[in-house]
């Protein structure tokens, strides 16, 4: 299996609401991301997990919460979210290769996105 | 700091013209550059890394330290190319690694 997949492909919500986009992959890989992708926009970065390990936040409003329950596993809890949240919110994971300095992050391979609407 | 920069939001060229889409960076340490490809209703996928040196449907891109340029170029495109182009720069930042996306450049190749 050598694809990141998502679910659910489209969810509209109120800003009271709670829900949670999913992501799962089977290739092993150790390193996951979830990129926000606003239309005609390129993909920006939010987190970072490598190792199950939250690694990097850039300065994400706490109102996504993200969660790596296993090494194939990503979710993103959405509470209280704002119409300008609206967007396609996209995961990918790629190998960590390599240790120390040698280490990249590798090819990331991409899920196809959940298309998120907040009302 | 990490940046990508695509400096053509549209190009627009006639089938098998040659094609070059254009990618400079900026990082302070030896990053990893990528070329994403995504097509009409397909997921994100690679096109190609600097690191293989290999050519992917035609492309190739050759890392350019000293103009820390990385330009995606093809002598003859087709129709199929067209498409949204990104490139992307992977690199250690605090925490970790990162990879962030140029503003991307789409690519119209006419019949």
């Known amino acids: 299996d050598t694809e990141v997949t998502q679910t659910p492909k489209h969810l509209v919500m109120g800003m009271t609401n709670k829900k949670s986009l999913k992501c799962e992959q089977h290739?092993?890989?150790?390193?996951m991301y979830w990129y926000k992708q606003k239309a005609k926009k390129p993909p920006e970065l939010m987190f970072v997990?490598?190792?199950?390990?939250?690694?990097i936040n850039e300065s994400v409003p706490s109102r996504f919460s993200p969660e790596c329950p296993n090494s194939s596993l990503l979710n993103l809890h959405l509470h209280a979210l704002q119409p300008e949240d609206s967007a396609l919110y996209l995961c990918a994971s790629s190998q960590n290769l390599g240790l120390g300095r040698a280490r990249k992050a590798g090819e990331l391979f991409f899920g196809e996105g959940s298309r998120l609407t907040v009302l | 700091a990490q940046r990508v920069t695509q400096p053509e939001k549209l190009l627009s060229v006639f089938k098998g013209a040659p094609v070059e889409l254009k990618c400079n960076y900026s990082?302070?340490?030896?990053?990893?550059l990528f070329w994403y490809v995504q097509y009409s209703r397909q997921r994100l996928q690679l096109l190609l890394r600097h690191i293989s040196r290999e050519s992917i449907k035609g492309f190739t891109a050759d890392l350019n330290k000293g103009e820390t340029s990385f330009h995606l170029k093809k002598p003859f495109a087709q129709e199929e190319d067209s498409a949204m182009y990104y490139c992307a720069l992977s690199g250690r930042s605090t925490g970790g690694f990162k990879t962030i996306f140029g503003a991307g450049t789409r690519l119209f190749v006419k019949a």
């Open positions: 990082y302070s340490g030896s990053p990893e």
């Open positions: 290739m092993g890989h150790r390193a």
């Open positions: 997990y490598s190792y199950e390990k939250l690694s």
